[in-house]
């Protein structure tokens, strides 16, 4: 059997599923029970001429969490009448967005979540110097992603996620208007990782975004053509105009209904089995399969994150970049980028760069090592530079 067949792909690709799947069940059993999704608040019973103590027993409120949201002082404070607080409106949203920040709070990890970020920096920084330092080759590459999907993704669990960071904090705000200050940070984090080293978080780091990645890579030839069937690269302006469309809509309808329709299709739940239902399942299962063939589905038409990242990737420090004394207009970085941004940014026309996952497949196959993952500033080609025989 060749390298390459496609009996080996569709093997690989369905035995990482099923690691994927049975590990993840194994991993959330060993941490038990949070299922790090908030619960839904339920409707509370308020009446303005209740007391504290009352609308405490009503809606089953222990008195440290009524201590909490009324800001008591003591016991005799129970005593005092709703209506000191405000309008009825007012107290159901305070007390609304109290509750549900304390709900984000019990359902964290809160081991997890700092061993989480402790290990992303030293795996990120670990693979920057990695990659930076050896030729980047397919097997390196895919050892990568997939020791980042088992500690990430399989270990680590589904959350935190940086799609969760921007999803949960928009839906969030719609249903209880608060803010959860840690989620805020990390995406702080996860930012600031884009704005020093464009999509690192995205390319080496994010549990969904890997997976896709290395699904995508075992259809593939070390010359970047599929083995099964033919890559697909989809037109930037579609796949963002998508994007765009699709975080418009979720906000419409979490602000509208509180509905959060990324919830019953959301990718990262690979990871968290038991919450994926038939829906998800069904989604989840296009979109990998899909993901053979077109690079990032999700990351590309679908992420919150993919698109705050690709706005915060317009500043990043060190990002990929051709140096136009030295390359030969063979085109082949463009032919080999698994999306359509080598190509844009070899153009000189092109304004706009689609996002870069700094995978540098880009890097690998240039003849004269003109491609660079560094601080160096990206330069138009000169005039005429590629006008003839480009492959972009
Ligand atoms: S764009 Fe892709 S890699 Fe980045 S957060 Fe979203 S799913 Fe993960
Ligand atoms: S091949 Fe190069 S330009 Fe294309 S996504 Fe990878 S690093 Fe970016």
């Known amino acids: 059997m060749s390298e390459h067949s496609p009996f080996k792909t569709a093997a690989s690709f369905i035995f990482l599923i099923v690691l994927v799947l049975g590990l993840s069940t194994i991993s959330n059993r060993i941490w038990g029970g949070k299922p790090e999704a908030a619960a839904k ?43 000191a607080y405000g309008s009825t409106e007012q107290i159901a949203s305070m007390v609304k967005g109290k509750l549900a920040l304390a709900a984000e709070h019990a359902n964290k990890n809160w081991i997890k979540i700092p061993v989480k970020f402790g290990l992303w920096f030293v795996f990120l920084i670990s693979v920057f110097l990695l990659m930076g330092k050896r030729k980047v080759t397919p ?11 088992l500690l990430f993704g399989v270990v680590l669990g589904a959350d935190p996620s940086p799609m969760g960071t921007v999803k949960d904090a928009i839906h969030l705000y719609a249903t209880s208007h608060v803010i959860f200050p840690p989620r805020m940070i990390a995406l702080a984090v996860f930012l600031a990782i884009v704005f020093l080293a464009n999509k690192y978080i995205c390319a ?8 896709q990645d290395l699904l995508f890579r075992i259809n593939r030839t070390d010359k970047a053509k599929a083995v099964i ?5 989809l037109p930037f302006a579609l796949t963002n105009t998508v994007r765009c469309v699709f975080l418009l809509l979720f906000t419409i309808i979490a602000f509208s209904s509180g509905f959060d329709i990324i919830d019953p299709i959301d990718p990262f739940k690979i990871f968290k089995p038991a919450y994926l239902g038939l829906i998800g399942g ?45 390359c030969i207009a063979c085109g082949k970085c463009a032919a080999a980028c698994p999306s359509t941004v080598m190509g844009a940014i070899l153009k000189r026309d092109k304004k706009t760069i689609p996002d870069c996952f700094a995978c540098y497949t880009c890097r690998e196959v240039c003849p004269t090592d003109s491609i660079r993952f560094s601080t160096r500033k990206r330069t138009l080609p000169p005039a005429g530079h590629f006008e003839k025989g480009t492959n972009q």
């Open 139 to 149: 097997g390196l590459r895919n050892g990568t992603l997939l020791a980042s999907i």
């Open 229 to 233: 069937g033919r890559q697909i690269k």
């Open 204 to 211: 080496w780091g994010c549990q969904a975004g890997t997976l």
């Open 282 to 326: 069904i989604f989840v299962g296009v979109l990998l399969l899909a993901g053979l063939f077109i690079y990032r589905p999700w990351c590309h038409l679908f992420c919150p994150f993919g698109l705050a990242g690709w706005l915060m990737e317009k500043t990043s420090r060190v990002r990929i970049s051709v140096d136009y004394e030295t």
């Open 41 to 83: 608040s339920k409707e509370l019973v308020l009446e303005a001429g209740m007391t504290i103590a009352r609308f405490g027993q009503v809606n089953e409120l222990p008195n440290p969490v009524l201590k909490e949201i009324f800001g008591l002082k003591d016991k005799a404070d129970l005593q005092k009448e709703l209506k």
